[in-house]
């Protein structure tokens, strides 16, 4: 095959690319969702170069002119990406090369893909992680919304799925606020990780010109500059770390959607979902199904999927940069997307969201959910706790058969288990009670539901 392209890497090649292999290498299909970064990236590189001597001021102010105009055409769709320049990198700068001539063939100089794509890389993330902590405290703020609201609302809470003790449903919300602010560290851990820059590092042993990676870097925003060139082109544990936070945020939203899942049922009549966030069926005409949370929680697969596929990216690769990493932008984009999406669905549902208080109470005190209440009462007065299990046990087998609460027996049934109890027991058997008595810094009563959601705001600012 004659050669006939004009890549540019072509000079040591004497026949062209296969058409098939042009299409397999080529990355620009999906990475250049990174345009504007990798701009961002190349007019700092170029600044830094001619502060060094490398580029004069007229070669900077035609590649500050040019990139800027490529990125005006790309914004406006204007911009024909090509699968014969394989990425976003060479498709930019081939037409930077176009428009400007001669100071677009030097912008990479002391420079190379592998350090490129790997502080693009960064750069995006950075601002998408920022994007999506935005995102979380958005949803964590419709969360405090509702539980201050539902601070009293009493409802069963389960272990086994099975009714164990009376919560309020604040409490349970402010649950889900934990679950997000732990997120949210993790996030901002990792974007200490992310904010360190490759560039310099060149192709992977760093460039013999005079460059200034700390004012490269200044001008980018990164904390650092990467302590060692091989490291800095090679690995991808930051898009590791960031995916497996994405992974863990996904499976707390899928932990939350099976609860509403669960609770717009029938059997639970705990809450309904607005007819905006649910879909009918086509054949069965009273369905009202809970689309949102059953995708989101169908979700969590994907977000888990992409880690483990980073994951495997990743360990076999000796050093230093391998085309094995342009795999790591697919999963990385999914996850980043996948994220924010839900994250959007769940703070758009969650308000329109009618929570059936009368259903949760009434499903609380139906089952035995102050049990463990009285048992705390017999030992109250006297009673070894294990005594005191079993004669609540006996008292819930029997309640159980008179198809009444605990609360509902009368004060001589209560009697036949223990004399030790008097009349003062039915304060303990309401569920008002039950969580009302749990008032301590992390427990359920309203009043520490009330604190926990002031502090809250107070941390969210
Ligand atoms: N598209 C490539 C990637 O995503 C850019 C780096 C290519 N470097 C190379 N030596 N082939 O990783």
């Known amino acids: 095959m004659e050669k006939t392209s004009d890549k540019l890497w072509s000079g040591r090649f004497t026949e062209s690319t296969d058409a098939l292999v042009e299409s397999f ?28 001597g490398v580029l004069t001021e007229g070669e ?136 360190i820059m490759p560039l310099g590092a060149a192709a992977l042993a760093g460039t013999s010109y005079p460059i200034d990676r700390a004012y490269t870097a200044q001008l980018l925003g990164f904390d650092a500059a990467a302590a060692n060139s091989l490291d800095a082109v090679s690995d991808r544990d930051f898009a590791i770390e960031f995916t497996s936070a994405a992974a863990l945020l996904m499976v707390h939203l899928s932990r939350c959607s099976e609860e509403l899942i669960l609770w717009s049922s029938a059997q639970f009549g705990f809450i309904e979902l607005s007819d905006g966030y649910c879909t009918g069926s086509s054949i069965m005409p009273q369905k009202k199904n809970p689309d949102m949370p059953e995708l989101v929680r169908g979700k969590s697969g994907r977000a888990i999927g992409n880690l483990m596929a980073l994951l495997t990216l990743m360990k076999g690769q000796p050093l230093a940069y391998n085309k094995d990493n342009q795999e790591d932008k697919e999963p990385l984009f999914d996850s980043i997307d996948t994220v924010k999406a839900c994250l959007r669905v769940f703070a758009g549902m969650l308000p329109g969201m009618q929570i059936r208080r009368e259903r949760m109470v009434q499903s609380a005190r139906l089952g035995y959910s102050t049990a463990t209440d009285l048992a705390d009462y017999l030992v109250r007065k006297g009673i070894a706790f294990r005594d ?13 058969d008179q198809g009444k609460e605990l609360a509902a027996l009368t ?25 009302a008595a749990r008032n301590h810094p992390g427990g359920t009563a309203p009043a520490q539901v009330r604190s926990a959601i002031a502090q809250a705001r107070r941390l969210l600012g």
């Open 388 to 400: 005191a299990h079993e004669i609540v046990g006996k008292s819930v087998r029997y309640a159980i």
């Open 411 to 435: 004060l001589e049934e209560l009697r036949g288990f223990s004399a030790a109890i008097g009349d003062d027991v039915y304060a303990v058997l309401t569920v008002e009670g039950s969580v």
């Open 25 to 52: 290498g080529a990355s620009v299909s999906f990475d250049r969702r990174l345009y504007r970064h990798d701009i961002e990236g190349s007019l700092a590189h170029a600044r830094m170069l001619t502060r060094a």
């Open 60 to 195: 900077l102010a035609a590649i500050e002119r040019g990139l800027g105009d490529i990125r005006t055409d790309i914004e406006r769709g204007d911009f024909a990406w090509l699968v014969e320049f394989e990425d976003v990198h060479m498709n930019i700068e081939a037409r930077l090369t176009e428009r400007i001539g001669e100071a677009g063939k030097k912008l990479h100089t002391g420079r190379s893909r592998n350090d490129q794509v790997a502080t693009d890389l960064r750069l995006y993330l950075r601002d998408e992680v920022d994007a999506i902590d935005a995102g979380l405290q958005g949803l964590q703020r419709v969360l405090l919304d509702i539980a201050e609201r539902e601070a009293e609302t009493i409802m069963p809470g389960f272990t086994h799925l099975q009714v164990a003790q009376p919560v309020t449903f604040g409490h349970h919300l402010m649950a889900w606020f934990e679950m997000l602010q732990r997120d949210r560290g993790r996030l901002a851990d990792c974007r200490r990780r992310i904010n």
